[in-house]
């Protein structure tokens, strides 16, 4: 057995280190013109590393054919680059709060850059290091979370839908009451994450999102109530691409980007903006205060700017980039999206950082909506 | 005296481990549990206890019902394994754990894929005629989820007893008379009940404060103190209330630990676990 | 010894072996789905095996995740055994207890709970060390330790009980110094409680995701951590593709084992019966 064992664990330790063994091929395709080259390349970066924190799945990564990104500022720096992941704000929150760790770019949302700024664990950017800031559209500057343009430059705008089955779904909705209709029950599938169903919620009672009475969000628990008792749905995140997809599910709440994602397996898939308003949101770049490597941030951030980047980015990821010149790009998949790049916006509220009160609340009455408590 | 210096050196280490690991930690569990935000002492998190409870006594009763059923799924599979050819045990008993090798996050996926409406078993159930049964979003799903990734842990102590069991007493037994029954009822169960008070609390502890299974296999609609205490952390930023819930699940667990070890140390052997 | 399994309790073992295996069966299918649905399949196709190989985080995660598994098995088990013996002599009853209850904590407190005060312990340490970047592979490790330990502990303590101490006192009495007397007394006998202990140390710290996230630094990211901040956006199957890889590298690794030890022991056999 000891034998065995040492057999065992030999090979794995060479199977795992065989599989690092192809990690630093270069790119076969060239991206970036000699100009580009020589301002990274003078950015005196070599032998640096620059610690990115990401989401998941947030930047192309070289996979079927597009541009691995992180290895492309290495190789036009000479920096190293530490990419590493986290599933949602909060997490990436508690780790950067918790301290003991030194990030150089991480992407928070829109309320959470609020947040960062109003704790000061943002650093001001140098703009002049970050001279792709010209391609960022104006609807990107100056926003509510970062008016004057100190903190972040904006990578991801996006917003919720409604997304629904024409198989499934005879008339053509237009409001997110559908997601009340009984004739739905057991086909509904909602946001497993309080904050954007309580939207939805506050959405039809024509609440502000970030309404600072308690009374406002217990009458939105009262409907979300309402809807368990009626259709049951489904409180689902990822798992909405595969249910949509098979056709087993009449109608979603999601991200508009992953419509498109989903409508690409299933064509009988359609979206509309409900008419009772959606959630907007931005994800930016920033540099936490913990960073001790500002100036390799600003290249790293600057770089996801260059059009060939921010294009790369925006067909990885399907959601709106904020660079003009994505956007003026007719070579972009996602050019006429209807849901990614609306012609006409769309009804929206953003949101905004809730104090502690409310989120706890709010977290709460979601344990009450789902345990089909009565809400008091 | 010598024989006292090297149980030290053994048992110090661990001691010492503990301290820094474990007990410091937990202090400051208790730390967040009885203060507020500003970090003033407060009853305010404990106190909120109380609207918890139906939530404890269903994930206790879940974390139960899933290692009852463990257990009588494991025994005769651990007593089969340990009579069966000695260089196929070795093999087998890394069978048993391999599964949960795979990511836990795609094992949970392939029994939704399994259990899904449209999944594997209602297609395969359809060919009889079956019409779609609905297994997600019900206890059973959580259940059986909760069993799937705690099964080797039960197995593996009940086996690892079992397999050094010393044959000259089962002979002794049967030599006085005992039949198969009485065999197993007066030497085999006693004897290996060490290995199942471990697999007990390996299989029961965890159970309990599981989050991820219930929200996947449970439709979402399922919520055990588990996933309250997660929500806390990661959204209701609320670290205070989710320390206080996991100090009472802690208790709780430990209540519970406690009453299984009177109960199973009434035999001589009981000595695994000591609460 | 001879094999006393009856027909019907390979029947039962194969039965709990097919729920074990089915999902990972279906895991290996999905890997081979042409599209990116995990869920219903349309088409074989083998391009998830191509994404993974050019996924060069996955690749680094995946060395990551081994190299800490194998390190923390190692020390765990190690220490965990040596604990358990020190535990297990402990004179003082209570001690004793107290010591058990104090070793079962760490798998009561709910991951997230561990992983986030063992992140507030090891920043505070930091600080008054002066470290800026604490949090790291060490970090990481000692969280994984600390909770592979209790399992390594609850597997080899029921061996120790079901020890004979006088074998141990024999082998003393013959002049046995007290290491060697371990060595060769009692170490064979609680073998079994130390290997199922060093797999079960070994598989959860594979699978961890949440207590690693939270003690884990910038420099090292392990898989689990990986495929979890996928489910923002979509677990791609070419996670599934990488289950598949892992799962049959291991299983072939095993009847390879399985099969030299098996003609190994017929070879002895053999010899033994030529012998007489």
């Known amino acids: 057995m000891k034998k065995a064992m040492a057999i065992l664990f030999s090979v794995l330790f060479a199977f795992s280190f065989a599989s690092c063994a192809k990690s630093d091929e270069t790119a076969d395709v060239e991206y970036f013109s000699d100009e580009q080259k020589q301002y990274y390349a003078s950015l005196g970066l070599q032998g640096t590393t620059v610690n990115v924190y990401n989401w998941g799945e947030y930047i192309s990564d070289g996979s079927e054919g597009s541009m691995d990104v992180v290895a492309e500022f290495e190789r036009l720096t000479g920096a190293r680059v530490n990419y590493t992941n986290y599933e949602s704000n909060e997490n990436m929150y508690s780790k950067l709060s918790g301290g003991g760790v030194s990030y150089d770019v991480i992407v928070p949302s829109d309320y959470m850059i609020e947040r960062l700024v109003s704790e000061g664990m943002l650093l001001e950017l140098d703009f002049e290091n970050i001279p792709n800031y010209k391609y960022i559209v104006d ?101 909405v691409f595969d249910l949509m997809e098979s056709g087993e599910y009449a109608l979603a709440a999601y991200y508009a980007g992953d419509y498109e994602l989903m409508v690409e397996n299933n064509p009988n898939l359609a979206f509309c903006f409900p008419k009772e308003g959606v959630n907007y949101f931005y994800d930016a770049l920033c540099i936490p205060k913990c960073t001790q490597n500002k100036k390799g941030a600003e290249a790293f951030i600057n770089f996801m700017q260059e059009p060939e980047v921010a294009l790369a980015n925006a067909e990885y990821i399907y959601y709106a980039s904020p660079n003009s010149e994505v956007i003026a790009n007719d070579d972009y998949s996602l050019k006429g999206s209807e849901a990614v790049y609306p012609s006409v916006k769309p009804n929206s509220q953003y949101f905004r950082n809730l104090d502690e009160k409310i989120l706890g609340l709010q977290s709460e009455l979601w344990v009450n909506i789902i345990q089909g408590r009565e809400i008091k | ?100 090798w795979m990511n836990f996050l795609i094992r949970t996926y392939s029994w939704m894929t399994i259990l899904g409406r449209s999944g594997l078993l209602n297609k395969f159930l359809s060919l009889f005629g079956v019409e779609s049964i609905k297994f997600l979003g019900t206890p059973g799903a959580v259940i059986l989820g909760m069993v799937y990734n705690f099964l080797p842990y039960m197995i593996l102590p009940i086996y690892s007893v079992l397999s050094k069991l010393d044959n000259s007493l089962i002979e002794a037994a049967k030599d006085l008379g005992c039949n198969r029954l009485q065999v197993f009822k007066r030497v085999v169960f006693p004897l290996s009940l060490p290995g199942i008070l471990s697999g007990v609390t390996m299989v029961f502890v965890p159970c309990v404060s599981t989050f991820y299974i219930t929200q996947k296999l449970g439709n979402g609609q399922i919520m055990l103190i588990g996933d309250i205490i997660e929500m806390q952390f990661q959204q209701a930023n609320n670290y205070n209330l989710g320390a206080a819930l996991s100090l009472v699940l802690m208790v709780l667990i430990l209540i519970c630990i406690g009453v299984m070890n009177r109960f199973g140390s009434s035999e001589e052997n009981g000595g695994a676990l000591y609460i | 010894m001879k094999s006393k399994t009856s027909p019907l309790s390979k029947l039962y073992m194969a039965l709990i072996f097919l729920f074990l295996y089915a999902p990972i069966a279906v895991i290996i299918v999905f890997s081979f789905n042409a599209s990116t649905s995990t869920y219903i399949f349309t088409e074989f196709s083998t391009k998830w095996y191509v994404e993974f190989f050019n996924d060069s985080y996955a690749m680094r995660a995946l060395r ?213």
């Open chain 1, 139 to 239: 609807d990107a500057k100056g926003l509510y979370y970062d008016k004057d343009n100190k903190y972040s430059v904006c990578y991801n705008v996006g917003t919720t839908v409604l997304i629904y089955n024409t198989m499934l779904v005879r008339e053509e909705p237009d409001s997110w009451d559908i997601l009340w209709d009984e004739d739905y029950k057991d086909l509904v599938l909602m946001f497993n994450n309080s904050r954007d169903s309580f939207a939805i919620a506050q959405a039809l009672l024509g609440q502000d999102f970030n309404t600072t009475n308690p009374d406002d969000w217990k009458e939105a628990a009262k409907l979300l109530a309402k809807q368990k008792e009626a259709v049951s749905p489904r409180y689902v995140m990822d798992e």
């Open chain 2, 1 to 100: 005296m010598k024989q006292n210096l090297s149980t030290k050196l053994l048992r110090q280490p661990y001691i010492v481990w503990s301290v820094l690991f474990i007990l410091a930690p937990l202090a400051m569990v208790c730390y967040y549990a009885f203060t507020d935000k500003s970090g003033a002492f407060s009853l305010n998190s404990i106190s909120q206890i109380p609207s918890y409870l139906s939530v404890f006594g269903k994930s206790i009763l879940y974390g139960a019902v899933a290692t009852v059923i463990c257990f009588f799924l494991s025994y005769p599979f651990a007593y089969a394994l340990s009579k069966a050819k000695l260089s196929a045990q070795k093999t087998m008993v890394m069978l048993v754990m391999l599964p949960m």
């Open chain 3, 64 to 276: 990551n995740t081994f190299v800490l598994a194998i390190v923390n098995c190692v020390i765990s088990t190690v220490f965990g055994t040596v604990s358990s013996v020190g535990i297990f002599k402990m004179k003082n009853k209570w001690m004793k207890s107290a010591v058990m209850s104090v070793t079962n904590i760490p798998m009561m407190n709910p991951e997230i709970v561990t992983g986030i005060s063992m992140m507030l312990l090891f920043v505070f340490v930091g600080t008054l060390l002066k470290m800026n970047d604490v949090l790291g592979f060490t970090t990481l490790l000692i969280a994984h330790v600390t909770f592979s330990l209790p399992y390594v502990i609850l597997s080899v303590i029921p061996k120790l009980n079901q020890l004979d101490p006088h074998i141990y006192e024999a082998a003393v009495d013959l002049g046995c110094k007290p290491h060697r007397a371990f060595r060769k007394v009692i170490l064979p006998e609680i073998s079994s409680g130390i290997i199922t202990g060093a797999i079960m140390s070994f598989t959860l710290s594979l699978d961890d995701f949440i207590i690693s996230y939270f003690t884990s630094g910038p420099s090292f990211q392990t898989l689990p951590i990986y495929i979890f901040s996928m489910t923002k956006k979509r677990v791609k199957p070419d996670m599934f593709a990488l289950s598949a890889i892992i799962f049959v590298t291991i299983l072939v690794l095993l009847i390879l084992v399985n099969v030299a030890e098996s003609r190994a022991e017929k070879k002895e056999l053999s010899r033994r019966g030529d012998a007489k």
